[in-house]
């Protein structure tokens, strides 16, 4: 029977030994594999992505045409027209790029045309000879700049949807930052649990083997008849009732390990033991708080996306006045006579007026704004206090358990000292097996009460460091 216990001891030693896994080195497998940590970075690119959309916008945009058009004369000109139809064709390109700094935009053109017109002949100097050359060939380059002077000016609208895509994204990556603390939180109080447990079992271990060594001790006095058949019977069911909470211990264990195993993919934990010490107690962070919160600039991101708007609309109220100037330069090239330069420039000022009717949608709209502008400022109000409130209910929950440890810790050792004495006063027959049992009981209680102190307390911490954006 004696072999048998040791053996099984040997065994459960063996099965809750495995390869040391830091916290570190865990985090660390997290941030490295974690599908849903992948998951928000590509989110985050994502938004990158269409902030550099809406900023290409501000770049040089290309566009052309090519045309064919043919007309009939009408009414046909006898005098100087010929009968026949007019052909026209021709290829155009033009380069814009809007100014955002100015709100304007520039634009340069070129163009190349023919025309085709059977003409009658007109005597000149003695021959006859058409009034144009046929094919005629001509040519022009332009340069253009619009300017708005009321609606736009400055670039209002024109830089409006990529200023609201940085602040989106701005938005978004606080956020991302936010859950990706919040899911490494979940995971380190995983670990702790894990820490927890493990170091649950061992004292399940250490009491088991004192149960093993204990009924193994009573069943020799039993067989030299040095004791009574209850204390045998006591012993052994001793024995018992401690190999139920070892397996219910190493099973909760072995659950836990499956489960981070599973939802991490990463089967090393399960023959993993975690390094955590629960018992070197953290301090907790007394730097004041930051400036800025993860949860408070998120609502101020809102906030200055509402004011984008807003300055987007009462733009839009005013009257759109463009000053446009052009430039044009051109030329004729025929068969008979071509012309090298861009000799002849026309010159164009332009001042264009509208304004909308009926202004009632975009005055509702701006109140929306104010109002949701108000909810934020409100909520960044209400966000502040429970933060508040939550860090002094973690400060006084730390610093009230950290007291209760130092107790526990005291009343360990104290029932440590009265398992020796009762075993002593039990060995010299002056106290029976009963009350040995009980001081073991509750010497294991007082291991179990300060361990799960411990693991609170290690858990206040993390949650605090969380709390304040300062979670490693």
Not at 417 to 426: F, G, I, P
Request: charged fraction near 20%; include cysteine.
């Amino acid at each position: 029977m004696s072999l048998k216990f040791c053996l099984y001891i040997l065994g459960f030693s063996i099965s809750v030994l495995g390869q040391p896994l830091s916290l570190d080195a865990y985090l660390a497998h997290i941030d490295q594999h974690s599908a849903y940590l992948k998951s928000t970075q590509q989110s985050l690119e994502q938004h990158r992505d269409h902030v550099e959309t809406e900023r290409r916008k501000s770049g040089w945009v290309v566009s052309g045409k090519s045309y064919w058009d043919q007309q009939d004369p009408n009414p046909p000109n006898r005098l100087f027209m010929s009968q026949s139809r007019t052909t026209h064709t021709g290829i155009a390109t033009q380069l814009t790029k809007p100014i955002w700094q100015t709100g304007g935009q520039i634009g340069l053109s070129h163009e190349l045309r023919r025309m085709d017109q059977s003409q009658p002949l007109v005597s000149l100097g003695g021959s006859q000879q058409p009034l144009q050359p046929n094919p005629l060939y001509t040519r022009s380059a332009g340069l253009s700049y619009r300017q708005p002077l009321l609606q736009n000016r400055w670039g209002t609208q024109s830089e409006r949807h990529y200023k609201l895509a940085k602040n989106n994204q701005r938005y978004q990556a606080i956020i991302q930052a936010e859950s990706e603390e919040s899911f490494r939180l979940e995971y380190v109080l995983h670990y702790l649990t894990w820490a927890h447990y493990y170091t649950m079992t061992t004292i399940m271990r250490d009491r088991l083997a004192v149960a093993v060594a204990l009924y193994t001790e009573n069943q020799a006095k039993y067989t030299n008849n040095l004791i009574d058949t209850l204390d045998i019977l006591q012993s052994q069911h001793y024995l018992n009732q401690q190999q139920t909470h070892d397996s219910q211990a190493q099973l909760l264990l072995e659950t836990h390990q499956n489960k981070l195993s599973a939802g991490l993919n990463y089967p090393a934990i399960r023959v993993s033991t975690p390094t955590l010490d629960l018992y070197q107690i953290p301090n907790l962070n007394t730097e004041p708080m930051p400036q800025s919160l993860r949860i408070v600039d998120a609502l101020k991101t809102q906030q200055a996306g509402n004011h984008l708007m807003y300055a987007s609309i009462m733009d839009q109220k005013r009257p759109q006045l463009d000053l446009v100037v052009q430039a044009q330069w051109h030329d004729s090239i025929n068969e008979h006579n071509r012309i090298t330069d861009y000799g002849l420039m026309d010159k164009q000022v332009v001042v264009q007026f509208s304004t909308p009717l009926g202004l009632k949608p975009v005055a509702a709209e701006l109140d929306a704004l104010k109002h949701d502008t108000q909810r934020i400022q409100h909520t960044i109000d209400h966000e502040l206090n429970q933060l508040m409130a939550h860090k002094a209910f973690l400060e006084s929950e730390y610093r009230r358990l950290r007291v209760h440890y130092e107790y526990q810790t005291t009343a360990v050792a104290l029932h440590t000292q009265t398992v020796k004495e009762e075993n002593r006063l039990y060995e010299q027959g002056r106290r029976n097996l009963t009350f040995v049992l009980q001081s073991q009981d509750a010497e294991h209680a007082a291991k179990l009460a300060m361990l799960d102190t411990a693991y609170q307390l290690h858990c206040i911490v993390a949650q605090h460091n969380a709390l304040l954006d300062r979670l490693q």
